[in-house]
Every structure is written in C-alpha cells, then in structure tokens.
C-alpha cells in the first residue's frame, strides 16, 4: 500500500462515497472534493460510456463546477469495459491526482468497481487465452439456450457468487462461469486469492444509508424526471447508430426498457413503470453488496451533503 504523497499527511484514507441509485451520491461527492479540493473519479459501470447521459444519470456542467472529474465519458456505446479495464485506468488516474497533492474522491454505484479498488482484487484470470475461449463457448450456450441454464449451473458451483450476481446480467453470469472453466476455481475463490497483496492505496467506503421507502420514492421522482430529459431520445440514439444489443450498455436500466417502447410492444408509461420496478431491485442488490462489506463500510445518515461532507473528511483525517 502507497501512502507516500504528501496528502496522506494530512489523511488516512481516500473517500469512496457509495450508496444505492438516488441515493445522492455525487452531491456529496462534490461537497467533498469543493471543502478539501479533491479531484473526482466516477466508480459507474454505465456512466463510462459517451452520450447516455440523461439515462445514467451523471452530474450536469452546472452540478460539477469546476471539481475535476475522471471516468465518465470515456469509450463508446457497445464497446466492453471489463473491472479489470476500470482498475488498469482508474488507479493511475488516481495516482496522478495524489502526485499533484490533491485528494481523489472517488463516487459510484458499481459494487466490483468498488471492491476492486477497496481490497486490491484482481480480476485478471492470468490465463487470457483460455478464458477468452471459455467465454466464447460459454456465449454460444446462451445464444442457444438463454441464460436460466447458465446461471443454475453457476449456483451449483458457485451459490455465493450467483447470490451477487443478477441472472439477467448475461456478462457478468458468463464472467463469473469463465473464470471456473478457465481456473478450475470458482469466481468466489479466485477473488479471495486476489486479495493477497491488498489495495494499492487507503481507501475508506461511505454508503448513504436511506429508509428504504424514502429511497423507493426518490428512484421512483428520479425515472419522471429521466423521461423529462430525454432518456427516449439517447434510446434511439442507440438503436439509429446500430448499437449491438447483446452489448453492455442495452443492459443498462433505463435503455433495455426503453427498447420494447420504441419498438411498439409497450406503452411509455408501461416502459416507465418497468425502469421504476427494475432500478428498485437494482438499490437493493447494491444495498445487500455494501451491507455484506460489513465493518468496512461506514452508513451515514442522508443529511444536508454539506453536513456529510465535513463528517467524511473528519473520519478520513489523520489523528
């Protein structure tokens, strides 16, 4: 672990700020980095992607000022980007930052992300070879067959995994199955191995913990207000510019939805009502994500961002 910059003087720990969709996140994220004149770096395994904006609800011009920010915007729709693509470029980003002697905050909803900076994981298999061919007979399987028989096979082999997973993440299930056929181990194990030379830096995790109907109600304003901004508008985007729709970014709540609307199978207020339902089970498989972190997650109460912010730079200070 390097914690030979100069900011860790001054702190223990780099902030991670988590919490379920709608939690407000980046509010307090950008509180952070405005009070202790950190830099921003997006841990959003959608927002990475270049003009699906309103549907992946990333921070306007207006909402970031001045505070740098990294991570979003960065590869086009379609293309895959792998943990192991977000760890291999967030972490010299987040070097540079420190080199410069400011405080990289980092802010975002995806668990793996998350994790893989939080305890050092690696997701390389060490054997690309054989697991891109796993993967590739694992793809025409579902091709073929859809995904249920997938996935039950990966709660045969690997429960705790398939526990994490959702079954309709096609990458992730193949991912997860790859890595077994690849390894001889399952994905859980491999993960526990890779924890072995620990993180690259002190980071602490922060999860915004709402009551959970007072979150239900703000995804639930948060989709009337994606309808309002044009999330219809970015879906066709998608489907003029002949984006692969086995690709990442279709899977993203919000755009898969929008699909059967544009094709005429439902209504828009249906569509709606299915992004509302799919982005609530969406919160709770990233709340039962962080709560299974354990102590290494500290909740603090949904307050003024303002008030949060000094409570997060308190508890990452040196004492």
């Known amino acids: 672990m390097d914690t030979s910059f100069p900011i860790f003087e001054k702190y223990s720990y780099i902030p991670i700020i988590a919490g379920p969709t709608a939690s407000g996140k980046s509010a307090l994220a950008l509180e952070i980095c405005r009070k202790a ?45 792998s943990v192991y693509d977000y760890v291999s470029t967030a972490i010299p980003i987040i070097r540079d930052i420190l080199t410069r002697g400011k405080l990289p905050v980092v802010c975002g909803g995806t668990g793996q992300y998350i994790s893989s900076l939080l305890y050092g994981l690696d997701y390389g298999t060490g054997d690309e070879e054989a697991e891109a061919e796993a993967t590739s007979k694992l793809t025409d399987e579902f091709e073929q067959n859809g995904i249920d028989p997938l996935y039950s096979r990966l709660k045969e082999i690997d429960p705790e995994a398939a526990d994490k997973i959702d079954p309709q993440n096609t990458r992730r299930v193949i991912r997860a199955l790859a890595v077994y056929d690849a390894l001889g181990i399952t994905f859980t194990e491999k993960n526990k191995q890779s924890k072995v030379n620990g993180p690259e830096f002190p980071f602490k995790v922060f999860m915004i913990d709402w009551d959970r109907e007072v979150l239900y109600d703000r995804i639930n304003r948060r989709v009337g207000i994606m309808i309002d901004n044009g999330i219809v508008d970015e879906a066709k985007k998608l489907l003029e510019n002949n984006v692969d729709r086995k690709s990442t970014c279709w899977q993203a709540i919000g755009y898969k939805e929008m699909l059967k609307y544009l094709e005429g199978e439902e209504t828009l207020e249906q569509a709606a009502d299915r992004i509302r339902i799919g982005t609530r089970h969406y919160a709770k498989r990233q709340l039962t994500w962080l709560r299974s972190m354990g102590g290494d997650v500290t909740p603090v109460k949904p307050d003024d961002p303002e008030i949060n912010a000094k409570i997060v730079l308190d508890l990452c200070r040196k004492k």
């Open 37 to 81: 004149c950190g830099e921003l770096v997006c841990a959003d395994s959608m927002q990475i992607y270049k003009y699906l904006d309103v549907g992946t609800a990333k921070d306007t011009k207006d909402e970031i000022g001045d505070v740098p920010h990294y991570m979003t915007d960065i590869i086009e729709p379609g293309e895959n980007f």
